[in-house]
């Protein structure tokens, strides 16, 4: 399990990397963590998103999966 989430972050990474937009990289690895159901990590990774690029376009979203995540 544990080299499944270490390929599947290192795909991200890979194809993520290539933007430069960190907040798209946090948030497309939250959701990684998500469907995965380490719900933990993901809440910290938009958490993050939302703390240190507020005027992100992605921002909001976060803010959303923050929410539900915290009704869980």
Same mark, same amino acid.
């Given at each position: 399990?544990?080299?499944?989430?270490?390929?599947?972050?290192?795909?991200?990474?890979?194809?993520?990397?290539?933007?430069?937009?960190?907040?798209?990289?946090?948030?497309?690895?939250?959701?990684?963590?998500? %469907?995965?159901?380490? /719900?933990?990590? =993901?809440? @910290?990774?938009?958490?993050? !998103?939302?703390? %240190?690029?507020?005027? /992100?376009?992605? =921002?909001? @979203?976060?803010?959303?999966? !923050?929410?539900?995540l915290?009704?869980?």
């Amino acid at each position: 399990m544990k080299r499944v989430l270490i390929a599947g972050m290192m795909v991200l990474g890979l194809l993520s990397g290539c933007s430069g937009d960190k907040s798209k990289e946090l948030f497309d690895t939250a959701q990684f963590e998500e %469907k995965q159901h380490n /719900s933990e990590h =993901a809440l @910290q990774l938009y958490q993050e !998103i939302v703390s %240190k690029y507020p005027d /992100s376009p992605l =921002a909001k @979203q976060a803010k959303e999966r !923050i929410t539900a995540l915290g009704k869980k």
